[in-house]
């Protein structure tokens, strides 16, 4: 069965790096996601992105973020300055249509020193 | 901002046993979903519940969506060893577009069924 793969499944960073997740969302799937989760807290919302832009973002999401799709098959979330408290395990998510599922990837868990 | 609140948060019970999980809101969902979630892994979608009072069963596991919207239930009837994890609930936003997308998970509830 088709998955989101993301990598890598766990990246650390010194404060004040930028770092880059990566996506391959499934291949025919049309809609866009990044979640992430706090050691302990809820699943949160960061950003959807759809058509190539940007269609929803959190309040989270700020100028510190941002996402591409470069090539038609890879979605990355980058952070250009992390922070401590940017560590957490994020969520690459996609699905193929208005009502589909979500389908989640395993996962990139980045610690921020 | 939309809120789900989750519980319990732990549950530790006997094989064999019944169990409820709740979610509930004072905000009004266009869909609600069911998790499960291993160590180490993404969520994975159990179910989707969309018209209120709407019942879906899968095998054991009884996913119950409220009249208003607004609270949704899992009940899993003689649980086994094999259904430990954790359990997250997640409401679509009532409102139309991508925001369809736009997850509210809850708390999370995690299940340890002892054999």
């Known amino acids: 069965e088709p998955e989101v793969t993301q990598t890598p499944s766990h990246q650390v960073t010194q404060m004040g790096q930028e770092v880059i997740l990566r996506c391959v969302p499934i291949?025919?799937?049309?809609?866009f996601y990044w979640y992430r989760q706090i050691l302990g807290q809820k699943v949160e919302f960061l950003v959807s992105?759809?058509?190539?832009?940007?269609?929803?973002k959190s309040e989270i999401f700020d100028d510190q973020f941002s996402v591409e799709r470069p090539d038609g098959s890879n979605f990355t979330l980058k952070i250009r300055s992390t922070k401590l408290e940017d560590s957490a395990m994020y969520f690459c998510?996609?699905?193929?249509?208005?009502?589909?599922?979500?389908?989640f990837g395993n996962g990139t868990r980045l610690t921020v020193t | 901002t939309q809120l789900l609140e989750q519980s319990p948060q732990f549950l530790s019970i006997q094989e064999g046993e019944n169990l409820t999980v709740y979610c509930n809101s004072s905000?009004?969902?266009?869909?609600l979903q069911w998790y499960r979630q291993e160590p180490g892994e993404g969520p994975v979608l159990l179910v989707t519940?969309?018209?209120?009072?709407e019942v879906k069963k899968l095998k054991r596991l009884t996913f119950q969506f409220g009249d208003a919207r607004k609270d949704s239930s899992l009940h899993i009837t003689a649980a086994q060893p094999g259904d430990t994890g954790l359990y997250l609930c997640?409401?679509?936003?009532?409102?139309?577009?991508?925001?369809?997308?736009?997850?509210?998970f809850g708390q999370g509830t995690i299940l340890t069924v002892h054999p």
């Open positions: 992105f759809y058509n190539n832009e940007i269609s929803e």
């Open positions: 997640a409401g679509a936003p009532n409102a139309g577009g991508t925001s369809y997308g736009k997850l509210t």
């Open positions: 998510a996609s699905k193929s249509s208005y009502n589909s599922p979500l389908h």
């Open positions: 905000s009004v969902f266009s869909s």
């Open positions: 291949s025919n799937h049309l809609y």
């Open positions: 519940v969309v018209t209120g009072g």
